[in-house]
């Protein structure tokens, strides 16, 4: 079919081009990735640039970047001795930019497992960029290296493809997770302070001295007073990817900064958030582990306990504790006689599959000291982790069991004072409506609109629906927690300002990311940890700093005594 | 016509459901936002939720959310007197939730300044959320409050539509880049950590003290060894909106914690990153703004200082800077006579456009006490001031001119120790291939692969091209900058075991948004910043902190002496 008269020119012209950009094609030369390279491109003249991963018998070198590798063959011929003797000079881990042509492999040298292994490129130019002078370790996925060291040279571990993998996945599904808040839910990005105030009871925070004598700002454990602050303000829907900060020492699998997905809603119940993050998850979900099905189970606090002992459970396999104090109620063994016997005493066991060796249950006995749920709790978590280790199947590493717990107390007895109320989570979530009247007669009793969410046995979120009552506010700080409400006046003054009832959630993005990428630590999905004691094994932050240098914020070390 | 037949019991039932639909439309209440309904919606039961704005003459309530405000009308019949005095008893400020049927004005009292002014709706019940109990100032656009009473009363402020917009804007703009780095460029959003080590020469850096004695940590004024080490790590495109800290007591309209856009790429050049920026800002630019044109203008260092008395030229207007030198050769005047005599001594003027009154010009004579171009380049700036404040035209204030400002030198002569040189901007920037060998002979006269973005005359970016070997940053560090290189062992390591050629550039992400929505100040982007002096005026931040707990910190405060 001929093209209509009128436009034969610009057909013409349109196909002059293309026979030209076709010719073209084998002049000019295109810089690919290392990984990009197929049967198709045979012929193209291309430049790579990357790693040598490894040389072979002054036959090959083997080209690496972030998304494969692709074989280079040195020319053997007399002419080319230059660039013979600059990829034979090369080390591992040198960057060079290479320029050839590509070919296809001989026959019977294909390599199936490598995607580029059809081709190899014949080079023609080589530019060293930077000759790799020493390593501390190599950098094969193969090769197994200690944490610590791991961590001191953390720029080569991160050139790993798991850990190259890790960091794109998570900026990938935050980038997913921000399309949904801002671009589908109109949610507004607000950025909020971490040199702040220290808050009431924040043993865990920071401090950071200013130039004025005595004053400290604090890092903040969370942006949790801003995002309230942000709904009186009228800012309807605020979420942040916010830093946080907890000073907690040594404790294991914890991170001095850390971050987390910070949610708040105005005109807002429990519900409602609940299906907004499952929204969130489900449409930032990698693909590649599959559907995840809405909506999310949810179990009251009461019914986790009970059934599993913990307030998170994992529910990807049964082994559900049974009360059995009603069989043992005309029991005459002396322990469970006694048990029953107290207030509220009970029995109650958990059923394990056969396949744990006997010698294994002795490992169990350590607990045996506790006598309570949560005792059974951790049996049933060891019991699932002996009995994988001796190949039994428990836990299906390929799914992912989301689960809301709710209906939480909202005061725990404190641990210190048993004759004194703490904040279950936080001094700033509202009681149930049915619980309210519950609150100036018997606290304890309340139940609070907090929500967390559990992804296989981990807790990954938690949030509330919030007090919007600067009276019920002062209350609960002042008459239940006995707490000083002078620290918070600015907060209690905003909620007699104008306050709309809200609610929110945070959801932790380490622990999230590392459950999705299977790993155990949260350190395998941030760039730069610090290790279990804190430290930067990398610069070795934390350093010592000169008294001169500590002047002008006018501290001084004081040096424990020998 | 009639469809398929195929399709005749679909068709019927579509049309059975879009009938029901118009039906349910008349009895099911809808929750819409304050801003929304227009004579469409007359008829329709709705519920808005929002702050009450004012109260007329016990008459109507008029309801204001972010996207605007609707008249509510109270009820005046006998029926309804509950009603009618729960509005009335709302104090402006206090938030409800109110349900009733949407209906047009009366005739002749439509409000055409009000997007929503064509309606009205009748009230039939509230929910009264929160009643404002007092207020510090009125939440009214037209009135003026104190840049303090604002700062300590933010969450009010916040509620001006200015600042909403400000802070709705600031979320879309930084959306918009995310979506141009991350989806459209493979760019990976890396956090780094803000807990970090004291850089060389780091007298801004806050400190943090950790747990074990006379060690502390730092907070970063920038990613910059983070982002190289991430080049070095593999990691060939990374960003991220990255929260920085600069301690700079009182220095004004500089926050003590601020956000910049920082971009890192390998096997790049100075143009590379160039052009990406510029796509960046032309994606993300708001549209109400106008398009910005591609590609920006370039002026070198020299030229911009030669013809506009400053590094960062506001281009929006003329008034060069015009040489005189070789008219004055041969003058009489003896203090130009004077000037020309000396070395390097020149003879410069600007051209005032007529319109300043004599008295004006009397302002300008404090400058007088400078002899150098800088001066011209500030009484160029303070002229159009002036003539602005005249009321002649210099500067549209409608119009964005971009600027690229390149080759600037790579050392400066250190202001307290003129004999040393000092970095013009960071130690890590590459020097101009072309002016490599100078380093190691005349290293004053070395050009850098720096480029700073100037918009309307204020700096909102700068980058370069870093350095990418160990011995040639050994050199610069020991040999040139005379500072101690064994701080940055961990960088010099990372350069030595294959570092690929790279360099980025960061936004000063507040002051571009400032220039957007044409604000004086950055505090007018931020949702929570600190004053002048570094403090939070709503929570009094920094605040005093016992000796009891900074012991954990083993600190003290050395009080001052009286």
Redesign the interface.
Same mark, same amino acid.
């Given at each position: 079919m001929n093209p209509p008269i009128i436009y034969q020119s610009l057909y013409d012209t349109l196909l002059e081009l293309v026979v030209y950009l076709i010719f073209l094609r084998y002049f000019l030369v295109f810089l690919h990735s290392c990984g990009e390279l197929r049967s198709d491109h045979v012929g193209e003249k291309v430049t790579l640039?990357g790693?040598?991963q490894y040389l072979r018998q002054e036959l090959f070198v083997i080209l690496r970047?972030?998304s494969g590798m692709t074989q280079v063959v040195i020319p053997q011929k007399e002419s080319a001795w230059h660039l013979k003797s600059t990829l034979c000079d090369l080390t591992v881990?040198? @960057?060079i930019?290479v320029t050839g042509t590509v070919r296809c492999r001989p026959e019977g040298q294909e390599n199936k497992l490598m995607p580029t292994g059809e081709i190899e490129i014949l080079a023609e130019s080589v530019e060293v =960029?930077?000759l790799?002078?020493?390593?501390p370790f190599e950098i094969k996925d193969f090769v197994k290296k200690s944490e610590a060291l791991r961590m001191q =040279?953390? =720029? &080569?571990?991160?050139?790993s493809s798991q850990m190259?993998r890790n &960091? +794109?996945l998570?900026?990938?599904v935050?980038?997913k997770m921000?399309e949904f808040l801002?671009?589908m839910h109109g949610f507004?990005?607000?950025?909020?302070?971490?040199? #702040?105030? +220290?808050t009431p009871g924040g043993?865990k925070e920071? @401090?950071?001295? /200013?130039?004025?004598?005595? +004053? #400290?700002?604090?890092?903040p454990q969370s942006p949790q007073?801003?995002k309230q602050?942000?709904m009186? %303000?009228?800012?309807?829907r605020y979420f942040q990817i916010a +830093?946080c900060?907890r000073?907690e020492?040594s404790k294991p699998d914890r991170q001095?900064?850390f971050?987390q997905v910070d949610i708040e809603m /105005?005109?807002v119940e429990q519900t409602g958030i609940m299906s907004l993050v499952e929204g969130l998850l489900q449409h930032s979900w990698p693909a590649e582990l599959g559907p995840i099905h809405l909506p999310f189970n949810t179990m009251t606090f009461e019914e986790a306990m009970r059934d599993y002992g913990v307030d998170k459970p994992d529910t990807r396999f049964a082994m559900k504790l049974i009360d059995l104090s009603d069989i043992f109620m005309s029991t005459d063994v002396p322990f469970l006689r006694s048990a029953l016997s107290q207030p509220g005493g009970y029995v109650q066991a958990i059923c394990v599959p056969s396949g744990l060796r006997r010698r294994k249950f002795e490992d169990i006995q350590d607990f045996m000291s506790l006598r309570q749920r949560t005792l059974l709790g951790h049996l049933r978590l060891q019991s699932a982790e002996l009995l994988e280790c001796c190949g039994v199947s428990v836990r299906d590493p390929s799914v992912f069991h989301f689960l809301w717990v709710v209906d939480f107390p909202l005061f725990l007895t404190s641990e210190h004072e048993p004759e004194n109320l703490e904040s279950a989570h936080h001094p700033f979530t509202a009681p149930l409506p049915e619980d309210t009247h519950l609150l100036y007669t018997e606290p304890q009793k309340v139940r609070g609109q907090h929500y967390d969410l559990v992804l296989n046995g981990c807790e990954v979120g938690g949030g509330s629906i919030r007090i $919007?009552? %600067?009276s019920e506010q002062r209350y609960v700080l002042k008459n239940i927690l006995k707490e000083d409400p002078t620290l918070l006046t $600015?907060l209690l003054? %905003?909620?007699? /300002?104008?306050?709309?009832?809200h609610g929110g959630i945070a959801l932790g993005l380490d622990r999230l990311l590392s459950i999705m990428v299977a790993s155990q630590s949260i350190r395998d999905v941030? %760039? #730069?940890p610090?290790s279990f004691r804190?430290h930067?094994l990398?610069? /070795?932050?934390?350093? *010592? !700093?000169s008294e001169e240098? *500590?002047?002008s =914020? $006018?501290?001084?070390? !004081?040096?424990?005594m020998e």
């Amino acid at each position: 079919m001929n093209p209509p008269i009128i436009y034969q020119s610009l057909y013409d012209t349109l196909l002059e081009l293309v026979v030209y950009l076709i010719f073209l094609r084998y002049f000019l030369v295109f810089l690919h990735s290392c990984g990009e390279l197929r049967s198709d491109h045979v012929g193209e003249k291309v430049t790579l640039c990357g790693w040598v991963q490894y040389l072979r018998q002054e036959l090959f070198v083997i080209l690496r970047d972030f998304s494969g590798m692709t074989q280079v063959v040195i020319p053997q011929k007399e002419s080319a001795w230059h660039l013979k003797s600059t990829l034979c000079d090369l080390t591992v881990e040198s @960057v060079i930019k290479v320029t050839g042509t590509v070919r296809c492999r001989p026959e019977g040298q294909e390599n199936k497992l490598m995607p580029t292994g059809e081709i190899e490129i014949l080079a023609e130019s080589v530019e060293v =960029y930077n000759l790799c002078q020493k390593l501390p370790f190599e950098i094969k996925d193969f090769v197994k290296k200690s944490e610590a060291l791991r961590m001191q =040279y953390r =720029y &080569l571990d991160l050139r790993s493809s798991q850990m190259q993998r890790n &960091l +794109r996945l998570r900026s990938q599904v935050v980038m997913k997770m921000r399309e949904f808040l801002c671009n589908m839910h109109g949610f507004v990005d607000i950025e909020t302070p971490t040199l #702040f105030k +220290r808050t009431p009871g924040g043993a865990k925070e920071f @401090v950071v001295p /200013s130039r004025e004598p005595g +004053r #400290f700002y604090c890092l903040p454990q969370s942006p949790q007073q801003f995002k309230q602050l942000l709904m009186v %303000a009228g800012i309807d829907r605020y979420f942040q990817i916010a +830093r946080c900060y907890r000073d907690e020492g040594s404790k294991p699998d914890r991170q001095p900064e850390f971050t987390q997905v910070d949610i708040e809603m /105005s005109f807002v119940e429990q519900t409602g958030i609940m299906s907004l993050v499952e929204g969130l998850l489900q449409h930032s979900w990698p693909a590649e582990l599959g559907p995840i099905h809405l909506p999310f189970n949810t179990m009251t606090f009461e019914e986790a306990m009970r059934d599993y002992g913990v307030d998170k459970p994992d529910t990807r396999f049964a082994m559900k504790l049974i009360d059995l104090s009603d069989i043992f109620m005309s029991t005459d063994v002396p322990f469970l006689r006694s048990a029953l016997s107290q207030p509220g005493g009970y029995v109650q066991a958990i059923c394990v599959p056969s396949g744990l060796r006997r010698r294994k249950f002795e490992d169990i006995q350590d607990f045996m000291s506790l006598r309570q749920r949560t005792l059974l709790g951790h049996l049933r978590l060891q019991s699932a982790e002996l009995l994988e280790c001796c190949g039994v199947s428990v836990r299906d590493p390929s799914v992912f069991h989301f689960l809301w717990v709710v209906d939480f107390p909202l005061f725990l007895t404190s641990e210190h004072e048993p004759e004194n109320l703490e904040s279950a989570h936080h001094p700033f979530t509202a009681p149930l409506p049915e619980d309210t009247h519950l609150l100036y007669t018997e606290p304890q009793k309340v139940r609070g609109q907090h929500y967390d969410l559990v992804l296989n046995g981990c807790e990954v979120g938690g949030g509330s629906i919030r007090i $919007h009552k %600067a009276s019920e506010q002062r209350y609960v700080l002042k008459n239940i927690l006995k707490e000083d409400p002078t620290l918070l006046t $600015h907060l209690l003054e %905003a909620l007699d /300002s104008g306050a709309p009832p809200h609610g929110g959630i945070a959801l932790g993005l380490d622990r999230l990311l590392s459950i999705m990428v299977a790993s155990q630590s949260i350190r395998d999905v941030i %760039a #730069f940890p610090k290790s279990f004691r804190g430290h930067d094994l990398m610069s /070795s932050a934390p350093d *010592l !700093i000169s008294e001169e240098e *500590l002047k002008s =914020y $006018h501290i001084s070390v !004081i040096w424990p005594m020998e």
